[in-house]
């Protein structure tokens, strides 16, 4: 984090051949990518280390109807605020 500068709007994407996501209802939907933006933001100096793998599975977002959903390890699912 030191000396990285902040940045906006920065991409990166996931391929997959073979991969796919069970909603709640049952339906099985194939992934073919998942694109993600963000943006770098530096307020602090201090190093964090945050274990994304040990509280989520999964956090989908419908790119059609914008909708947010958190998919626990526990198979817990809520909606974003």
């Not at 000396?3 to 099985?28: C, M, S, V, W």
């Amino acid at each position: 984090m030191y000396g990285q500068k902040e940045r906006n709007n920065l991409t990166h994407e996931f391929e997959f051949e073979d991969g796919y996501f069970e909603a709640p209802d049952g339906i099985r939907l194939k992934i073919l990518k998942i694109h993600l933006t963000y943006d770098v933001i530096i307020s602090a100096r201090d190093t964090v280390v945050i274990e994304g793998d040990e509280i989520a599975k999964a956090i989908l977002k419908d790119v059609t109807s914008g909708d947010v959903r958190f998919f626990d390890k526990l198979g817990n699912v809520r909606r974003r605020e």
